[in-house]
């Protein structure tokens, strides 16, 4: 069985400073995928990033990086020079290995991080 | 764009009432989830389908069952609504090519049981 775990249920950063969200996991699979959402007040799941466990280079997207540490299991999201429009929840999730039939894309995910950005 | 639609934003049920949540996807999407969302638990995957038909339990399926006649509509449905199945669901969709499996989301249907 898969299991993410999020231990920082809210953090509060000061605007344009960097922030890293914890993210750590537990599988048996050595193929997998991890992800990162961002869920505003409005309620819609925003997709952010995407590493594959064979990925050897860190994810990246603009602002968003993937500090992804295979042997430590863990996979933080780090936001540069965050911005108020920032202010979310921020779920990590993961996949299980592509190779099953049916489902393999469903996801599990953390319980989140609600991260509030300080003018 | 992909589109995930889901029929209501915010409804409010009694206790016992059958309650339906619809999901439609207009990417010819092979994958549709429901999850739910709560505080502190995050998103529990409820149902999947990977075929009109087809369907498959997920982590939390008691009290709910679900529908898929059409392959680009979903529904769960609560057959007699209860005060804890309270809770923001979820529908989201995936291609089902493999890829990185990257859901698609609706916007959220928050339901309220009296």
């Known amino acids: 069985a898969q299991k993410i775990t999020q231990t920082q249920p809210g953090m509060f950063v000061q605007e344009k400073e960097a922030v890293t969200l914890d993210c750590t996991y537990d599988?048996?699979?050595?193929?997998?995928?991890l992800f990162w959402y961002k869920q505003p007040s409005s309620g819609e799941m925003i997709f952010l990033i995407y590493?594959?466990?064979?990925?050897?280079q860190n994810a990246t997207e603009g602002r968003y990086s993937l500090n992804f540490q295979k042997a430590r299991k863990s996979a933080n999201l780090v936001i540069s020079a965050s911005q108020l429009g920032d202010s979310a929840m921020y779920f990590c999730?993961?996949?299980?290995?592509?190779?099953?039939?049916?489902?393999?894309?469903?996801?599990?995910f953390g319980t989140g991080t609600r991260l509030t950005i300080i003018p | 764009d992909v589109k995930v639609t889901q029929s209501s934003r915010y409804l409010v049920k009694r206790t016992g009432e059958k309650v339906f949540l619809e999901c439609v996807q207009d990417?010819?999407?092979?994958?549709m989830f429901w999850y739910r969302q709560d505080p502190g638990l995050g998103l529990r995957l409820i149902y999947f389908?990977?075929?009109?038909?087809?369907?498959e339990k997920g982590d939390i399926p008691e009290g709910y069952s679900v529908s898929r006649e059409k392959k680009e509509r979903f529904s769960l449905i609560l057959e007699s609504a209860s005060t804890n199945q309270t809770s923001m669901y979820l529908c989201?969709?995936?291609?089902?090519?493999?890829?990185?499996?990257?859901?698609?989301f609706g916007e959220g249907s928050r339901l309220t049981v009296l």
């Open positions: 989201a969709s995936t291609p089902g090519t493999g890829m990185s499996g990257e859901l698609f």
């Open positions: 990417m010819d999407h092979e994958n």
């Open positions: 590493q594959g466990s064979y990925d050897e």
């Open positions: 599988t048996s699979d050595q193929s997998y995928g």
């Open positions: 389908s990977y075929d009109v038909k087809m369907k």
């Open positions: 999730a993961m996949r299980p290995p592509l190779l099953l039939l049916f489902g393999n894309e469903k996801l599990t």
